[in-house]
T-cell receptor, first 118, second 114 residues
Framework: EAGVAQSPRYKIIEKRQSVAFWCNPISGHATLYWYQQILGQGPKLLIQFQNNGVVDDSQLPKDRFSAERLKGVDSTLKIQPAKLEDSAVYLC????????????????FGEGSRLTVL | AQSVTQLDSQVPVFEEAPVELRCNYSSSVSVYLFWYVQYPNQGLQLLLKYLSGSTLVKGINGFEAEFNKSQTSFHLRKPSVHISDTAEYFCAVNRGSTLGRLYFGRGTQLTVWP
């Protein structure tokens, strides 16, 4: 079974530029998450999708961050314009549908996209 | 609201020694508890989880953890570590009634020396 795919793995941009990250979850996983992991900290949830609807985006800085999951499968996270403090690893995760036999609370993570803002 | 405290940011230990990584949580409701491991430049991989039942849970790579409701703790242990266990370890919690988002601790860097 293929895991969560993310791209690009690494990205370096200058402040005020824009960047986009892509995530393809495990097939059949209805819930998709974007986490931000700043160096020395634990992952922090930015946004959670259930199919193509947003469940929780309370921690997403909406003045510069946006995310979509148009067909309920893959997702894109965009930052525009980027700031120095956005330097982090952006992790995508997915989980099976609630109530399904495969949902034990585990989130399955991709390898992450490391962003450096200069 | 949920919060997770990992008391040690770094734990150095010699190979074949035992190790304990501490985790405490706060929550007003029942929770599910998880430990994830992150190797350099990789994503997070599940080590073990507590959902219900026996409070002692065993995971991959010889790790185990014990859920202690009275002390709101979920400490991770391994009786004998290997150099390959060097990694960042994260404790996480979510609400037991609605499986979904995880709240993570800040992580503990385990370094195993030869």
């Amino acid at each position: 079974e293929a895991g969560v795919a993310q791209s690009p793995r690494y990205k370096i941009i200058e402040k005020r530029q824009s960047v986009a990250f892509w995530c393809n979850p495990i097939s059949g996983h209805a819930t998709l998450y974007w986490y931000q992991q700043i160096l020395g900290q634990g992952p922090k949830l930015l946004i959670q999708f259930q199919n193509n609807g947003v469940v929780d985006d309370s921690q997403l800085p909406k003045d510069r961050f946006s995310a979509e999951r148009l067909k309920g499968v893959d997702s894109t996270l965009k930052i525009q314009p980027a700031k120095l403090e956005d330097s982090a690893v952006y992790l995508c995760a997915s989980s099976p549908p609630r109530g399904s036999g495969g949902n034990t609370g585990e989130l399955f993570f991709g390898e992450g996209s490391r962003l450096t803002v200069l | 609201a949920q919060s997770v405290t990992q008391l040690d940011s770094q734990v150095p230990v010699f190979e074949e020694a035992p190790v304990e990584l501490r985790c405490n949580y706060s929550s007003s409701v029942s929770v599910y508890l998880f430990w994830y491991v992150q190797y350099p430049n990789q994503g997070l991989q599940l080590l073990l989880k507590y959902l219900s039942g026996s409070t002692l849970v065993k995971g991959i790579n010889g790790f185990e953890a014990e859920f202690n409701k009275s002390q709101t703790s979920f400490h991770l242990r391994k009786p004998s570590v290997h150099i390959s266990d060097t990694a960042e370890y994260f404790c996480a919690v979510n609400r037991g009634s609605t499986l979904g988002r995880l709240y993570f601790g800040r992580g503990t860097q385990l370094t195993v020396w030869p």
